[in-house]
C-alpha cells in the first residue's frame, strides 16, 4: 500500500465510498460528510457508492464488500468505526480507510482530525462576551470523544475571558430526538442561561426553537450553530456558528492521496486549512460589541500562529502501529 | 421553590401530551383485542405528514393531514392483520419499519438528501384565559397547544364511550371474548377495524404534536420509540383511558426531571438519568399497576385458529 | 375457513357451488391480491423514486445469497444474533411468557460476556471462550430474573416490565463504556478487545462466518427436542397452551416452570450477546445491537415459534438485512428507501403465509404436526 | 343485514322453521350429511342423538353462526341466508349455546346487554347503553322463569350452573320467536331441570317455538311434542311424541344393532341402555381408608358463603372399593370439596391425608380438563406423562401414547379425526368422553368426579357408570362421585351425601329416594338462591 494513484490505469474513475453511522439527511455532521463524497464526484470525477451502517457488525460486512470491489478509499464518518477499520485494513492492503476523528493509525488507516475545537473555543469567547446572565449551557447529543472536545473547548473559551461565567452541560443520549433536545434547552434557559452551544446534530432543531421560542417571549437568548454553518437555521436568534467544512477536508484527503502522501499518519484538519471556523451571524453582527469581535480575531490570530494550543481531548495514537494487527 | 417547579410541570405536560394522545389511541385499538406495534409508524407518519400539511395550508391543515396520515398507516396495519388475518406483531413491525422509510425517503425527496432545517408554521399555546393565571399548576395545564387540550377531553370521553355506551361494551367484549361478542350479533371484524383505525389516526395526533406544536421541524426518525414508550403507557394505565392520561403525564414528568436534574449539574452519570422515566415505570409496574390483566383476546387473530 | 363471510347476492352462485370451495377460492384470492398489491405498491414507490425496482431486486437478492461468501459472510453472519434470541422468544412464548425484553438481555449478556473476555492475563486460555459464553448467558437470565421474579412472585405482567428493561440495559451498556469497561486510554466509549483465546474462530477461514453459527444451530436443535421428547419441555407447553388445564388435569406447578423458562429465555438472549461479541465485534460497543430482540420476536412468530423453523426465517431476516446493505452500495438505494422494502418483503411474506393457509381445510387431514403435536 | 329473499310466495299452512339437506365437513369428519329439520309454531321439538351425530353443529348454522357448505333454510317458506348471527336475531331465532358464550369479564347484566341495540338502534342505539332497561326486562322475565341471577355479579365468578341461568335469559331477553337449547339441562340441578322444563312448556303456550337438544330420554320425553333424531350427521326419525317410546329413540340414535351390542355388553353388566339407572348392591365391610379429611374447610375466610356459615367443617373418610356420592346444588361447596379431595387446593383448615395423586375429573370441562388446542393424546399426556408405560427414563414415550391414546378413543367411542385432531373440534359430549378416558386409565388410588356423565349421551353415560362400577367391584380404588344428577348419585352410590353451605351431609339410608334427597338438595338450592354462593375458581391467580 502507500503508492496511490500508481498502479492502476488513469482512464478508470477512483472509487470513493462512505460511511456513516446515521441518516445523511441530518443537515449537519453525517450530511457534510455526504457532502464531502458528492465533491469527490464532482470535482475528480470519482466513482463514490455510501452506505449507512448501524452496528459493528456491519461495519466489517461493509469494508469488505467495498474492498472486494476494489474502492480505493473508504471514509469511514465516525470514531465508531476505528477497530473495524484497522481489520479492513489489515485485510485489504490496496484499500485506503479514513476514519473522521478516528483514534488509530496503520499504513492504510488514516485518522482525519477536524480541530473542531479552536472554532469552538472562539464560540466559548462569544458566549462569554454576550452572556448576561453569567451563565451559558451546552446540550450534547451522545458523549462521544469528538463532542466532548468541543464542549471542553468551550469551556475554555469562556473561561479565557470570564472565569466568573458557570457552564451547564446536558446529554440528550439520541442524535435525532428534537423533542429531547429542545426540552434539554429550555431547562438549561429557565436555569437561567441566556447563551447555549449544542453539538446534537438533527436533534439541533429543537435547540434553535427553544431559544427562539424564549426570545419571542421577551428574554433575550442566543444559540450557537456547530458542525457547519447554522447561522440561518433561526438567523435572529443564532450568534453564531463553529463551522465545520467537511467537503473541503475531504477533497484534501483525496488529494493527498492522489499525490500519493496518503497513510501511515493522521491527518489534522483544522484553522489553518481553513476546513474549521467561528463564523458569527452577519444577520447579528451589530449586536456584538465592537471590542467581543476584536477579541475573537485576536484569539483566532494566535490559535492560527500557533501560540495558543486549544484544549482537546487528545485520542489520535501518537505513534504508528502499536496496537495490535497493523498490517504493512 | 415554584418559579423552579412551575417550569418542570410545563415540561412535563409537554413531554407527555404525544405520550397520552398515542396511548388512549392505542388504549381503544387494545381493548378491541388488537394489538398494533405499528404505532410507530403512525406517529413518523403523522409528524411528517403534519409538516408537509402546514407547509401547504398552515398548522391545522397540517393537523389533519397528520390525522388521516396515521389513519393511513393503520389502515395498511387492519388490512394484513384484520383483513387476512397476518401475525399482528409481525405486521406492526412492517407498519413501524415502512413508516420511518417511508417518511425519511419522501423527507429527502423533497427538501434534499442531506435534509434542511425546516421551521414549520406551529401550533401555538392558546392560554386559557383565568385558569393559565393559576399558581404552579396554570401555565403548565392551561397555557398548551390545542393537542394537550385534545388529551385533556379525550380522556373523560373515551372512558364514557367504553362505559357507557352500547359501542363501548360491543369493543370490549370483541377484546374479550369474540366468539360471545359474535354470537351476540356483534360484528366483531368492523369493531376491530373501527378500534385499529382511531388509534392509528391518535397516533398521527401525536406525531402532529411533536412536529408542529413542540419541536416546529421535522427530522428523520423523531418519533424516537415514543411508540413503543406508548405501549408502555397503555399497561401502566391499565387499558383505562383516565389511568393512562395519568400514566403518560407521569412518564412525561420523570423525562423532564431527567434534563432539569442534569441541567442542575448534578455531578452523575448522564445515562442514569436517562434510565429514569423506565426506572419509575418499574417500580409503578411493581408498586401498584402490576396486577391487572391484559384484554383476555389480546393480539388473538379473528376467526380463531385462522 | 369459517369466518369467511359471503357477500350479498352470493346466494344465486352458492346455488352452483359448494361454499366450502367458494370460500377457499375466497381466501386464496385475497390473499394473492394482497401480495400482488404488496408487490406493485412496492414497484411503484421505488419507480415514484427513481430507482428501478428490478436492480433493487436483484441487489437485495445477489447481497443475501448472489456468492458463497455473501452468503456464509453476510447472510449466515447476521442470522446469528437473530437465531439466537429469535430462539429465546419463541421458547419464552412458547410457555405463555411474553418475553418482549431480549434485546435487555443481549445487551446484559454482551456486558458481562465482554467483562470475562476482557480478564487477560487471568483464565487458561481454553477455559476463556466457554467461560465467556457461560457468563453471557448468566448476564441475560439475570437481566430476566428481574421480570420474571416480578411475574411470579407480584403477579406483575412481564410485557411492560420487560419492554422498560431493554432501556434501562441499553443505558447501563452506555455508562459501562465510559465507566469500568472502558478501553484503556479511557477516551473512546468502548472496551478494550476481549481476548484472543476468549473469540469465536472462523468456521472457514477467509470468510466471516464464526462457530457462534453452529452453536446457534445447535442450541436451536436442543430446544427442540427439549420442547418435544421431555416431560419439562411437555409440560411447558401445556403451561403455555392452557394454564388452567395445565394445573389442574396435568398437575404442573405452574409458577416454577415459569419462572424457569424466562430465565432459560434470557440465558439464550444473553448468550447472543455474547456470541456478538466473541464472533464479531471483539468489543463492547453501546450500538452493539440494531434492535435484534425485537426484530426476533417478528423472526419467532414467522417460525411458528418452532425452534426448528427459527433458524429459517432467522436466515431469512438476515439475508434480508445483508441484502439491503447491498442495494445501498451497489444500486445507491439511500438506507430509508431500503427500509421501505424491507417494509414491502416482510407483508409480502406474510401474504404469501396466509396465501398457502388459506388452502382448504380437507388437505390437513392430519395435520403434519410430529408426535407431540410438533413444537 | 345482509338477508337475501327469494322469489318464493309465503306459502299459508308453511312449516315456521324447515331446515333442508344441510351438509358440513369439518376436514375429514362430516359432521351433517344430509340433516333436515322442521319446526312448527307454538311446539316443544327434541333434537336428539349420540355425541358428535351433529345437534350442535345444526343449531349453530340455525343460529348463523355457520355457514353450512350445503343446504336450505326457509322461515314461513322464505328462503333465507344467515350469514352472521344478527341476522339470526333478526328472523326471531336465538340459541342458548352448549358451550357459553358469555364474556367472563363483564357483568352478568352487561352480558345481557351485549348487542341489544336501544330501541332507536343506529348511531343514537350505539350512543346509549339501555343498561337499566334491561336490568328492568332481565327482573321481570327472571321472575316469570324463575332463573335467578345476580346482575351485578362478574361472570367469571358464577358457577357453571348461574351461567346456564343467564345464558338462558340472554335469549330470552330478546323474545324470539324461536328458542333452540343444546344440552340446557346437563348443568341444572334436578328441581332446576323441573323450573326449566316448565319454563319452556309455558314458552310454547305462548306461541314461541321451542327446539330443545337434551340426552337424558325422561327429561325430552316430559316436554317434547315433537321429536327429530340424528345419527351421523343424518336425519333418521322425524315423528310425534305420542308415536315413539324409549327404546324406538335408542335404536334410531344407536342403530339398532348397537344398541342391542350395548344392552348385551359386558361392561355394562346390569341394566339396559334405555332408562340407563340401574340399581347396584352397596358392597359390605369397605378395605381400608384410602384418603381422609379431617375437620376441613373449604371456604376460604372472609368469603360471603364462610362468613354466613362459619365453621362449616367437613369430615369424611373413603374406602378402597367404594363410591361415595354427594348431591346437591352447586355453590353450597362441594366444588371446592371436590378440588380438596383432588389434592388440587389445600383445605382452608382442617387436615387432608389424600393418596399420591388422585384422579380427578373437574367440572369444567374447556377450561380446566383440557388443553384445548392441543391434540388428544397430548391431551392424554397431560395426566400420563408422569407414568411407566408412557416414559422412558427422564422422556416422553410418544410411541406409547399414540397407541395408548388410540385404544382409548376406539373403547370409549370418541368420535375424533384421530390422536391428531385439537380436543377443540371435538363434540362437547366427545370431549367429556376423552377426559373419562384419561383420568381412568391412569389408575390410581382415589378418583373424584364432578358430574362425570354431564354431556354424554345415553349409552356413553351407561358405559361410564358400568366402568366406575366396574372399578369399584374391584375394590383396588375410592370413587368421590359429585354430581348433580339424582338419579346417578343414587344408583352408583354405597354412601350418599348432601353438601349444604360448606357442611356435609349423610342420606341416611332409609331416606335414599328421589324425594328423601330431593328435600334436602331443595333447602340446599335456596341456600344458593340466597345468593350465599361464590365460586373462586382455581388459577384466577
Ligand atoms: N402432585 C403434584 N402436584 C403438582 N405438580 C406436580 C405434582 N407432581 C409433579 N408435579 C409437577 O411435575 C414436576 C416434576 O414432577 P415429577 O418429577 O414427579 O415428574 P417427572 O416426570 O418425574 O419430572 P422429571 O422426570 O422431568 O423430573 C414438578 O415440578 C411439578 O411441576
Ligand atoms: N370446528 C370443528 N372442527 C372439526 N370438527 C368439528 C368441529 N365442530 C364439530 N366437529 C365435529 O363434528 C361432529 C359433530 O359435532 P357436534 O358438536 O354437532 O356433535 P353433537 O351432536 O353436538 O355432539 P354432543 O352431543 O357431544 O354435543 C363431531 O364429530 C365433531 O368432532
Ligand atoms: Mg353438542
Ligand atoms: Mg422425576
Not at chain 1, 468505526?81 to 483514534?103: H, K
Not at chain 2, 417511508?102 to 425546516?118: C, D, N, Q, V
Request: proline share 5%; glycine share 12%.
Amino acid at each position: 500500500a502507500g503508492e496511490g494513484e500508481a498502479g492502476r490505469e488513469a482512464d478508470e474513475p477512483a472509487q470513493f465510498a462512505l460511511l456513516t453511522s446515521g441518516p445523511v439527511s441530518d443537515a449537519g455532521w453525517y450530511a457534510g460528510g455526504y457532502e464531502g463524497l458528492l465533491l469527490l464526484r464532482d470535482s475528480i470525477g470519482a466513482q463514490v457508492s455510501h452506505q449507512q451502517t448501524r452496528t459493528p457488525a456491519e461495519f466489517d460486512e461493509a469494508f469488505r464488500a467495498y474492498g472486494n470491489s476494489g474502492y480505493d478509499i473508504v471514509f469511514a464518518h465516525g470514531f465508531e468505526y476505528q477497530d473495524a477499520a484497522i481489520r479492513a485494513g489489515d485485510l485489504f492492503p490496496d484499500m485506503y480507510v479514513v476514519v473522521s476523528s478516528g483514534g488509530r493509525v496503520a499504513d492504510n488507516v488514516v485518522p482525519v482530525t477536524f480541530t473542531l475545537e479552536q472554532a469552538s473555543y472562539l464560540a466559548g469567547i462569544a458566549a462569554a462576551g454576550m452572556t448576561r446572565t453569567g451563565l451559558v449551557g451546552m446540550v450534547g447529543g451522545v458523549a462521544i470523544p469528538p463532542a466532548l472536545g468541543t464542549f471542553r473547548a468551550f469551556e475554555a473559551g469562556v473561561a479565557s475571558v470570564r472565569p466568573d461565567v458557570r457552564v451547564l452541560e446536558t446529554f440528550i443520549g439520541s442524535w435525532d430526538d428534537v423533542s429531547a433536545a429542545k426540552e434539554a434547552a429550555v431547562a438549561q434557559l429557565r436555569q437561567g442561561a441566556d447563551v447555549l452551544v449544542h453539538n446534537t446534530d438533527a436533534a439541533s432543531f429543537g435547540v434553535f426553537q427553544a431559544v427562539r421560542e424564549a426570545t419571542t417571549a421577551g428574554d433575550s437568548a442566543w444559540v450557537i450553530g456547530m458542525n457547519g454553518n447554522q447561522n440561518d437555521v433561526a438567523p435572529e436568534v443564532t450568534l453564531g456558528s463553529a463551522d465545520l467544512r467537511l467537503p473541503a477536508a475531504f477533497l484534501e484527503v483525496a488529494e493527498l492521496w492522489q499525490a500519493g502522501e496518503l497513510g501511515g499518519r493522521p491527518v489534522y484538519s483544522g484553522m489553518e486549512k481553513g476546513t474549521v471556523d467561528y463564523v458569527p451571524n452577519p444577520a447579528v453582527l451589530d449586536r456584538y460589541p465592537p471590542e467581543l469581535l476584536a477579541r475573537i480575531d485576536e484569539a483566532r490570530r494566535t490559535i492560527l500562529s500557533g501560540a495558543l494550543n486549544v484544549p482537546r481531548v487528545p485520542y489520535v495514537e501518537d505513534e504508528i502501529g502499536v496496537q495490535d494487527g497493523t498490517g504493512g | 421553590m415554584s418559579e423552579l417547579l412551575a417550569p418542570f410541570f410545563e415540561a412535563s405536560v409537554r413531554l407527555g401530551v404525544p405520550l397520552a394522545l398515542a396511548a388512549l389511541g392505542e388504549t381503544i385499538t387494545e381493548r378491541s383485542g388488537v394489538i398494533n406495534i405499528g404505532l410507530e409508524g403512525s406517529i413518523i407518519a403523522g409528524a411528517f405528514a403534519g409538516a408537509l400539511g402546514a407547509l401547504a395550508w398552515g398548522a391545522p391543515g397540517g393537523a389533519i393531514a397528520g390525522l388521516m396520515a396515521g389513519g393511513v398507516a393503520a389502515a395498511v396495519f387492519a388490512f394484513f392483520a384484520l383483513g387476512l388475518g397476518a401475525d399482528q406483531i409481525i405486521t406492526g413491525t412492517a407498519v413501524t419499519i415502512g413508516g420511518l422509510g417511508l417518511t425519511a425517503a419522501a423527507y429527502e425527496t423533497r427538501f434534499g438528501p442531506t435534509g434542511t432545517a425546516l421551521s414549520l408554521p406551529t401550533l401555538d399555546p392558546l392560554p386559557v384565559p383565568l385558569l393559565a393565571e393559576l399558581p404552579l399548576l396554570g401555565r403548565a395545564l392551561f397555557a398548551q397547544p390545542v393537542t394537550a387540550y385534545a388529551a385533556y377531553l379525550l380522556a373523560p370521553v373515551l372512558w364514557w364511550y367504553l362505559q357507557r355506551t352500547a359501542w363501548g361494551l360491543e369493543l370490549r367484549a370483541v377484546g374479550e371474548e369474540p366468539c360471545a361478542a359474535e354470537a351476540a350479533g356483534v360484528a366483531v371484524v368492523r369493531t376491530r377495524v373501527f378500534a385499529t383505525l382511531f388509534g392509528g389516526a391518535m397516533g398521527g395526533l401525536a406525531g402532529v404534536h411533536l412536529s408542529l406544536a413542540h419541536t416546529a421541524t421535522f427530522a428523520e426518525g423523531m418519533s424516537a420509540g415514543r411508540g413503543f414508550i406508548a405501549l408502555a403507557v397503555v399497561v401502566l394505565g391499565r387499558w383505562n383511558p383516565l389511568g393512562v392520561v395519568a400514566a403518560a403525564l407521569l412518564f412525561g414528568a420523570a423525562s423532564a426531571l431527567q434534563f432539569s436534574l442534569q441541567a442542575l449539574g448534578l455531578n452523575l452519570p448522564y445515562q442514569l438519568f436517562l434510565a429514569l422515566p423506565y426506572l419509575l415505570a418499574l417500580l409503578a409496574l411493581a408498586g401498584w399497576v402490576g396486577r391487572t390483566r391484559a384484554p383476555a383476546a389480546l393480539g388473538q387473530p379473528w376467526p380463531a385458529g385462522r | 375457513m369459517k369466518g369467511w363471510k359471503r357477500k350479498r347476492g352470493q346466494a344465486m352462485l352458492e346455488r352452483r357451488l359448494p361454499v366450502g370451495v367458494l370460500r377457499w377460492v375466497g381466501a386464496t384470492g385475497l390473499a394473492a391480491g394482497a401480495l400482488g398489491l404488496t408487490l406493485l405498491a412496492a414497484g411503484v414507490v421505488l419507480a415514484l423514486g427513481g430507482y428501478s425496482p428490478l436492480r433493487a431486486g436483484t441487489a437485495l437478492v445477489s447481497g443475501a445469497l448472489g456468492s458463497p461468501d455473501a452468503f456464509l459472510s453476510v447472510t449466515l453472519v447476521r442470522a446469528v444474533p437473530l437465531v439466537l434470541t429469535g430462539l429465546a422468544v419463541s421458547l419464552a412464548f412458547r410457555a405463555g411468557v411474553w418475553n418482549i425484553g431480549a434485546e435487555g438481555q443481549l445487551y446484559a449478556g454482551a456486558l458481562l460476556g465482554a467483562a470475562v473476555g476482557l480478564v487477560s492475563p487471568g483464565l487458561p486460555a481454553p477455559l476463556h471462550l466457554p467461560v465467556l459464553l457461560l457468563a453471557a448467558g448468566l448476564g441475560g437470565a439475570l437481566w430476566a430474573a428481574v421480570p420474571a421474579l416480578l411475574k411470579t412472585k407480584l403477579g406483575v405482567g412481564e410485557v411492560v416490565t420487560t419492554l422498560v428493561l431493554n432501556f434501562v440495559a441499553l443505558n447501563l451498556t452506555s455508562w459501562a463504556v465510559r465507566g469500568p469497561l472502558q478501553e484503556n486510554r479511557g477516551i473512546f466509549p468502548q472496551s478494550d478487545q476481549v481476548a484472543e483465546a476468549a473469540r469465536l474462530a472462523p468456521l472457514w477461514e477467509g470468510t466471516r462466518l464464526h462457530w457462534g453459527f453452529p452453536v446457534a444451530v445447535a442450541v436451536a436443535v436442543l430446544l427442540w427436542w427439549v420442547l418435544k421428547y421431555t416431560p419439562v419441555g411437555f409440560r411447558l407447553r401445556a403451561v403455555g397452551a392452557a394454564p388452567n388445564a395445565a394445573r389442574v388435569a396435568g398437575r404442573i406447578r405452574v409458577k416454577p416452570l415459569t419462572l424457569g423458562t424466562f430465565l432459560v429465555s434470557g440465558m439464550v438472549a444473553g448468550l447472543a450477546g455474547g456470541v456478538e461479541v466473541a464472533g464479531v465485534t471483539y468489543a463492547l460497543y453501546e450500538g452493539l445491537s440494531p434492535g435484534h430482540g425485537y426484530t426476533a420476536i417478528a423472526v419467532a412468530l414467522l417460525a411458528r415459534l418452532n425452534p426448528l423453523g427459527v433458524i429459517i426465517s432467522g436466515t431469512l431476516f438476515g439475508g434480508l438485512e445483508g441484502g439491503a446493505g447491498a442495494m445501498q452500495r451497489d444500486v445507491g438505494i439511500p438506507a430509508a428507501w431500503v427500509r421501505v422494502i424491507q417494509a414491502f418483503v416482510i407483508l409480502s411474506a406474510l401474504a404469501i403465509e396466509r396465501w398457502v393457509r388459506a388452502r382448504p381445510h380437507s388437505v390437513f387431514v392430519h395435520p403434519p404436526s410430529a408426535p407431540g403435536g410438533a413444537p | 343485514m345482509s338477508r337475501t329473499r327469494s322469489a318464493s310466495r309465503t306459502e299459508p299452512e308453511a312449516e315456521l322453521i324447515e331446515l333442508r339437506d344441510v351438509h358440513q365437513r369439518f376436514g375429514a369428519v362430516a359432521a351433517l350429511r344430509g340433516a333436515g329439520l322442521s319446526l312448527r309454531v307454538g311446539e316443544v321439538h327434541a333434537l336428539l342423538g349420540e355425541n358428535g351425530a351433529g345437534k350442535s353443529t345444526l343449531l349453530r348454522v340455525l343460529a348463523g353462526l355457520q355457514a353450512p357448505d350445503r343446504g336450505e333454510l326457509s322461515v314461513r317458506g322464505r328462503v333465507v341466508h344467515l350469514h352472521t348471527p344478527r341476522d339470526a336475531w333478526d328472523e326471531g331465532i336465538g340459541l342458548v349455546h352448549q358451550h357459553f358464550t358469555l364474556v367472563p369479564r363483564l357483568t352478568v347484566l352487561e352480558n345481557l346487554a351485549l348487542g341489544v341495540r336501544g330501541p332507536s338502534g343506529g348511531w343514537r342505539g350505539g350512543m346509549r347503553l339501555p343498561l337499566e332497561h334491561v336490568a328492568q326486562r332481565a327482573r321481570e322475565v327472571a321472575a316469570a322463569t324463575g332463573l335467578a341471577i345476580r346482575p351485578n355479579e362478574v361472570v367469571e365468578r358464577l358457577s357453571v350452573g348461574d351461567r346456564q341461568r343467564v345464558e338462558i335469559l340472554k335469549v330470552l331477553l330478546r323474545e324470539p320467536r324461536v328458542v333452540a337449547l343444546d344440552e340446557p339441562t346437563a348443568v341444572l340441578a334436578p328441581a332446576e331441570i323441573e323450573r326449566l322444563l316448565a319454563l319452556l312448556r309455558q314458552l310454547a303456550a305462548s306461541g314461541r317455538t321451542v327446539l330443545i337438544v337434551a340426552h337424558k330420554l325422561d327429561e325430552v320425553l316430559s316436554v317434547a311434542d315433537r321429536v327429530t333424531v340424528l345419527r351421523a350427521g343424518r336425519t333418521v326419525l322425524e315423528a310425534e311424541r305420542a308415536s315413539v317410546n324409549a327404546r324406538l329413540l335408542a335404536d334410531a340414535m344407536l342403530g339398532q344393532e348397537a344398541r342391542e351390542a350395548y344392552d348385551n355388553a359386558p361392561v355394562l353388566g346390569r341394566g339396559s341402555v334405555v332408562g340407563g339407572n340401574h340399581r347396584v348392591q352397596a358392597r359390605p365391610g369397605h378395605t381400608e381408608c384410602i384418603a381422609c379429611l379431617e375437620r376441613v374447610e373449604v371456604w376460604p375466610a372472609g368469603e360471603a358463603a364462610a362468613a354466613e356459615d362459619p365453621g362449616a367443617e367437613i369430615s369424611l373418610d373413603v374406602h378402597r372399593g367404594e363410591i361415595v356420592g354427594v348431591a346437591g346444588v352447586e355453590g353450597n361447596g362441594q366444588r371446592e370439596l371436590a378440588l380438596v379431595l383432588s389434592g388440587r387446593r389445600a383445605p382452608v383448615r382442617g387436615r387432608a391425608v389424600l393418596p399420591p395423586d388422585p384422579a380427578f375429573i373437574p367440572q369444567d370441562r374447556s377450561r380446566e380438563a383440557l388443553a384445548r388446542d392441543f391434540d388428544l393424546a397430548e391431551n392424554f399426556a397431560l395426566a400420563l406423562h408422569r407414568q411407566g408405560p408412557w416414559r422412558h427414563g427422564p422422556l416422553l414415550r410418544w410411541s406409547a401414547l399414540r397407541t395408548t391414546s388410540e385404544k382409548l378413543l376406539t373403547r370409549y367411542r370418541v368420535l375424533a379425526e384421530g390422536t391428531h385432531a385439537l380436543a377443540r373440534t371435538l363434540s362437547g359430549g366427545n370431549q367429556q368422553r376423552v377426559v373419562i378416558a384419561r383420568e381412568l386409565e391412569a389408575g390410581h388410588d382415589l378418583l373424584v368426579a364432578e358430574n362425570p356423565t354431564r354431556g354424554l349421551d345415553l349409552a356413553a353415560s351407561a358405559f361410564v357408570h358400568g366402568e366406575l362400577a366396574r372399578l369399584r367391584e374391584g375394590g383396588g380404588i375410592g370413587i368421590v362421585l359429585l354430581s348433580t344428577d339424582l338419579d346417578e348419585v343414587l344408583t352408583l352410590a354405597d354412601r350418599v351425601f348432601v353438601m349444604v353451605r360448606g357442611r356435609l351431609l349423610e342420606v341416611p339410608a332409609a331416606e335414599r329416594t328421589r324425594s328423601g334427597v330431593g328435600e334436602l338438595m331443595l333447602s340446599a338450592s335456596a341456600a344458593a338462591d340466597e345468593g350465599v354462593e361464590k365460586e373462586a375458581w382455581p388459577g384466577d391467580a
